[in-house]
């Protein structure tokens, strides 16, 4: 509720609900909406804010409980990867066993930071959102087994390769302990990238779909059985550190499948049913 007086000046501004009308031409004339100077005629002018719109109100509440439950899920497994951290230094030390494990590791790890934490993810949501609106739910579907069964058949073949290739190398190659180690242990856990490719578009799948908390725990249960391994698997080996950290190897296998699978009772749940498409 504005007054504005002779010249123009606002002379009180009192707080209403109560729409009254406005003079003639008013709006029109009003800066705010031609950037016109004007004088307003003297009297007392009402506005009311518009109602807000339902169907936004709604969608900026799911987004935030979304992003909530996303951060959450996001902060759970950075925490339990900090503790698997603190469990694998706490079994393996700083020696040459733990070295190279962690050299060998470097591998499937990086897959796994460029493809399994958004980049994949982030490149096939667009091509099935777009499907989904210009061909139907059908040709999504068929969309995303065609994705699907290029990434298995792609890094299938990469991954058969690159054991193949490690294998021959320690067959036809006498190499120092650490070496011969770390290519054993990678070719042991170069299946991995695979499986997080899987699951990088698993993620893609769900979030599309409009589920993100599902998606954001996988890392924390890839973490709970590595750290699983390190008590469970381990001592199976052997009981020399240089045997056991194979059973940490074969845990990150474990994980990597874990990881894949948790997504599949809620990807079913959307309708996904998989079947290879060539």
């Known amino acids: 509720h504005v007054r504005f007086g002779g010249r123009g000046e606002v002379t009180s501004l009192v707080p209403t609900s109560i729409i009254l009308g406005f003079p003639a031409g008013s709006l029109a004339a009003s800066p705010t909406f031609n950037r016109t100077p004007c004088t307003p005629a003297p009297g007392t002018w009402n506005f009311e804010l518009a109602p807000g719109n339902p169907s936004l109100s709604r969608s900026m509440s799911q987004m935030l409980k979304s992003s909530g439950a996303m951060g959450v899920a996001t902060l759970l497994s950075r925490i339990l990867g900090m503790v698997r951290e603190i469990v694998y230094a706490s079994f393996m030390g700083d020696g040459l066993v733990a070295s190279a494990f962690k050299f060998a590791f470097q591998i499937p790890n990086l897959f796994r930071r460029l493809l399994g934490e958004g980049a994949l993810t982030a490149s ?25 069964s290029g990434l298995i058949a792609a890094a299938t073949a990469v991954t058969v390769l690159a054991m193949a290739g490690i294998t021959i190398a320690l067959w036809v190659h006498p190499f120092s302990f650490k ?56 001592p199976a080996f052997g009981k020399n550190l240089e045997t056991q950290i194979f059973g940490l190897a074969v845990g990150i296998l474990i994980a990597g499948t874990a990881q894949a699978a948790y997504q599949l009772p809620n990807l079913r749940r959307t309708g996904f049913r998989y079947r290879w498409v060539s």
């Open 124 to 148: 096939f949501i667009p091509i099935f959102k777009e499907k989904e609106k210009n061909a139907g739910e059908a040709e999504m579907w068929d969309a995303a087994n065609a994705v699907i």
């Open 179 to 234: 070496t011969e180690l770390v290519l054993q242990l990678l070719r042991i856990m170069f299946p991995y990238t695979l499986l997080i490719c899987l699951t990088a578009i698993f993620m893609g799948i769900l979030n599309a779909r409009g589920s993100f908390f599902v998606p954001a725990m996988g890392a924390a249960v890839m973490n709970l059985v590595m750290i699983g391994s390190v008590f469970l698997l381990a």
